[in-house]
């Protein structure tokens, strides 16, 4: 079993930026896929990032892609999340998540899930 806790959010300006960090519990994170996934105020919690095991392989939303960048460090358990030229539509409460089945945009293959760090974005 695996427990996370996101920190590192907080309210920027637009432009700005914001490194998301997840730590995760336990001796087997490095066997896991890692995801970001968000959900703003009204809306369905949608998928931001993912990335492999072993760090090899990412994958990100359009609406975040050339901005977004995630990235792990095993030994540190930790995935992060850094955001550049972050935008008022951005603004979301964002969750990080691990897989035992491969990384990829669905929430079902995710079965364990951080109790979410708020991101906020003025104009």
């Known amino acids: 079993q695996v427990q996370l806790v996101e920190s590192g959010g907080g309210l920027v300006q637009a432009g700005g930026s914001l490194r998301l960090s997840c730590a995760a519990s336990?001796?087997?994170?490095?066997?896991?896929?890692m995801g970001w996934f968000r959900q703003a105020p009204g809306k369905e919690r949608e998928f931001v990032a993912t990335?492999?095991?072993?760090?090899?392989?990412?994958y990100y939303a359009d609406s975040v892609k050339g901005r977004f960048t995630i990235s792990r460090d095993n030994a540190k358990n930790t995935v992060y999340l850094q955001m550049n030229s972050l935008k008022p539509e951005d603004t979301a409460v964002y969750y990080c998540?691990?897989?035992?089945?491969?990384?990829?945009?669905?929430?079902?293959?995710?079965?364990?899930w951080g109790q979410g760090t708020q991101v906020t974005v003025s104009s």
């Open positions: 998540a691990a897989s035992l089945y491969g990384s990829g945009y669905r929430e079902g293959p995710y079965a364990y």
């Open positions: 336990g001796r087997t994170f490095s066997s896991y896929a």
């Open positions: 990335i492999s095991w072993n760090g090899d392989n990412t």
